[in-house]
């Protein structure tokens, strides 16, 4: 626990000593001074948290001390002690932020709350500014941390769509990898960014609901419309709307939407006026829309006019530089979160990494770190700190063997068939040359291992 540093200063020699036993039996470190001299001498010298300060001092006044504490630390609270005659000062010291008085004469029970409550207040602002500091440090909301060469271009196609003033953009991308932190980038750098972010998942909210939610209702637009209710276009005026998911979206929703991105006005449900608006339109799909639309899913009008602008985030198991990186800034992240010293990762952890596939992307990469450091007991994380689908031997032996020669592969491991005959010759590896033994392990009979070993020309 951390000891609060305490200052008294008051020149009756008596009360100091009485005030100082006091605390001190309550676990402060307490240091005394007669006067504002050497008030400021301490506070200049040493780190106070918290002040208990006479008013009336042999050389001048006790306001002389809180401008030095200004000086040296804002943050140090001062709790005023002033004769009961002296109000006046004490209110002029709660002005030039004092933290609270206490009038003479007083019970030294009083003290020891008002001190409490002191300690109490700046534990939690401490605790705040920590907790800010790390969030700012670590994840600042839009910081995408990267050293990819893809992602470079993908920030910079941000820092480009930012500076218009209402293009549209579509983020594509699988789950997971980063696709909402794209949004908050553009809508952070764009000259929207003290202007609203509204948020819609379209996925979540009910087909039925989603249209009324977008766009609001006038009064009496259908029954239960009892008031009139704003949509989230037009909460998001002057801002950014991010549809997230929009692959959702039902299609007699879309053409909608198109006419926003048009026309830049809408009109509430039941409404018969147009209503303008200024809004740039965000959206983002982890499904292939093109191939949507040639489903005849998704609609076509509405695909062009947002495929304007496309950023594409690349998959995780494509920036392989990426992996490493992020792994390590995760557990610094988790370090802090869970309090612990873990160093890095062992080269088997990394290659273990770096052969995974990743389907959850980065998303996925930062819930195996923070798990790994929770577990990990040693400076660095070890294989047996991952899951079981990155420990799974099987197929990292087939990666290993496709891939192993260059681990920063480019992510292509063939197709089926040469998997599955890397695969064969893998397990005979494994299994000496051992055929029973392999069929076994394959979950395959003799005869269908033959068969394969022969379709694929493995000797042996
Ligand atoms: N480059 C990055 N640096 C740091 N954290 C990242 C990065 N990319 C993604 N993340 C983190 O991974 C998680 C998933 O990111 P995000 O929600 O943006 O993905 P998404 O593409 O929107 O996923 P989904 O399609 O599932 O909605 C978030 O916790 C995000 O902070
Ligand atoms: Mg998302």
Redesign the pocket.
């Known amino acids: 626990m951390f000891k609060c540093n305490l200052l008294i200063v008051e020149d009756n020699e008596d009360l100091c000593i009485t005030l100082a036993d006091v605390f001190r039996k309550n676990d402060f470190n307490v240091q005394t001074a007669f006067r504002t001299a050497d008030a400021e001498q301490i506070l200049r010298r040493d780190l106070i948290d918290l002040v208990i300060l006479d008013l009336k001092l042999p050389d001048g006044s006790g306001l002389k001390v809180l401008d030095v504490v200004k000086d040296v630390d804002p943050d140090i609270l001062v709790i005023m002690i002033t004769a009961n005659t002296h109000v006046e000062p004490a209110v002029e010291a709660m002005k030039s932020g004092a933290y609270d008085y206490i009038m003479k004469p007083f019970e030294l029970d009083e003290v020891k709350l008002v001190v409490q409550k002191a300690v109490e207040t700046q534990t939690l602002k401490r605790e705040v500014a920590r907790l800010k500091r790390q969030n700012e440090t670590m ?1 600042p909301k839009t ?4 050293v990819n060469k893809k ?1 470079e271009e993908v920030k910079r196609m941000i820092k480009i769509v930012a500076e218009t003033p209402r293009t549209s953009l579509l983020i594509e ?10 949004a908050d980038a553009l809508h952070e750098w764009s000259a929207r960014a003290s202007q609203p972010f509204i948020k819609v998942n379209c996925a979540a909210i009910p087909e039925n609901l989603l249209e009324s939610e977008l766009f609001g209702h006038e009064k009496g637009a259908f029954t239960g419309a009892d008031t009139m209710k704003k949509g989230l276009f037009e909460m998001a005026n002057n801002g950014t709307i991010f549809l ?2 929009i692959s959702s979206m039902q299609q007699s929703l879309q053409p909608k939407i198109l006419r926003v991105l048009e026309t830049q006005s809408f009109r509430r449900i039941g409404g018969v006026a147009d209503i303008k608006l200024d809004v740039r339109i965000v959206a ?1 799909s ?1 499904r292939d829309l093109q191939e949507m639309v040639n489903n005849g899913e998704f609609r076509d009008d509405l695909l062009y006019r947002l495929k304007v602008i496309v950023i594409t ?1 690349p998959p995780l198991r494509d920036r392989a530089d ?1 992996i490493i990186f ?1 792994a390590n ?1 995760f557990i610094e992240a988790n370090n802090r979160e869970f309090n612990k010293s873990i160093q890095g990762l062992t080269s088997e952890t990394k290659d273990l990494l770096l052969h995974y596939q990743w389907p959850g ?3 996925e990469l ?1 819930n195996v770190m923070e798990r790994a450091v929770i577990l990990c007991d040693k400076p660095l994380i070890q294989a047996e700190h991952l899951p079981a689908e990155l420990n799974d031997d099987l197929t990292n032996g087939v990666i290993k063997s496709l891939n192993g020669a260059n681990p920063l592969g480019n992510g292509h491991f063939g197709s089926l068939a040469d998997i599955e005959k890397m695969h064969i010759e893998y397990m005979l590896e494994q299994c000496s040359g051992n055929k029973s033994k392999t069929a076994r392990e394959l979950g395959i009979s003799r005869s269908t291992l033959r068969e394969k070993m022969k379709l694929y020309d493995i000797p042996g």
């Open positions: 994840f910081d995408m941390f990267s992602m991308g699988e789950s997971g990898t980063g696709k909402e932190l794209v997230d998911e983002a982890n985030l990426d992020l800034i992307n980065v998303r930062k």
